[in-house]
């Protein structure tokens, strides 16, 4: 039996201590649009582990390297539409690998068709030598003329 597996959900205060920001900082991302935690029923902000993952991310990207959040805004946009163009990519592949396979097989049959007929050609040809050849024997042999030594 397999267990399903509750999701967890971090307050705003958990998250500032996992990244140690100031909640105010979480806020302002949220305001820019960078990150979209859900809201429980009192209007409480609610982290899932997606939109962790998203402000590690957004904090790298502002702290670490120093990029404004116009910048954080652009190189998200972009990281989601290098992902579209990926998996559009990747469809593509997988549409023409099986195309590929498909036409190998079509491929294989006709080979194998074609070949099964050129067997069957040369054995009629072989057969049609032989009886040929036959004829020819008893041609020769029908010319034969004995002769008798007549003492």
Known sequence: MKIKRKKGYFSIS???????????????YEK???ITPQRSSGNTRLFSEEDVDRLEEVIYLTHQLGINLAGVEMILKLKKQ???LQDDM???FEKTQLELNEQ???TKLLAKASATQLLKIKQQKKMERNSESDKAQQIEIDSWEIEYDQE
């Open 104 to 106: 190998e097989k079509e």
């Open 14 to 28: 958990a998250v500032a201590k996992m990244f140690s920001v100031h909640q105010q900082t979480i806020r302002l």
């Open 90 to 92: 990747n469809k593509v």
């Open 82 to 84: 290098i992902k579209k």
């Open 32 to 34: 820019q649009g960078l």
